[in-house]
């Protein structure tokens, strides 16, 4: 079934997959000194979506509803 799905969604990979990308780019390994937004180990543009402040506040929000947590459970009590 993998094959199917990568054909749809080429960025699909497996948890040891993602994982061993992730450790290259935490440890600094992949691209030492860069930040930024990668897909598969090459940088890439995060979405517009992803850089709007009112989304980010409105997600927040959210999942601070959805799960629950309220200032006394939290250390970030700005953010609420």
């Given at each position: 079934?993998?094959?199917?799905?990568?054909?749809?969604?080429?960025?699909?990979?497996?948890?040891?997959e993602?994982?061993?990308d992730?450790?290259?780019?935490?440890?600094n390994?992949a691209?030492?000194?860069?930040r930024?937004?990668?897909?598969?180990?090459?940088q890439?543009?995060?979405s517009?979506?992803?850089?709007n402040?009112?989304?980010q506040?409105?997600?927040?929000?959210?999942?601070?509803?959805?799960?629950?947590?309220?200032?006394?459970?939290?250390?970030l009590?700005?953010?609420?």
């Amino acid at each position: 079934m993998r094959p199917v799905l990568r054909l749809m969604d080429p960025t699909m990979r497996t948890a040891q997959e993602a994982g061993h990308d992730i450790a290259e780019l935490a440890t600094n390994t992949a691209f030492p000194g860069v930040r930024g937004y990668f897909t598969l180990l090459k940088q890439d543009e995060s979405s517009p979506d992803s850089k709007n402040e009112d989304v980010q506040e409105t997600i927040w929000k959210k999942t601070l509803e959805w799960t629950g947590i309220n200032e006394e459970e939290t250390g970030l009590k700005s953010a609420l």
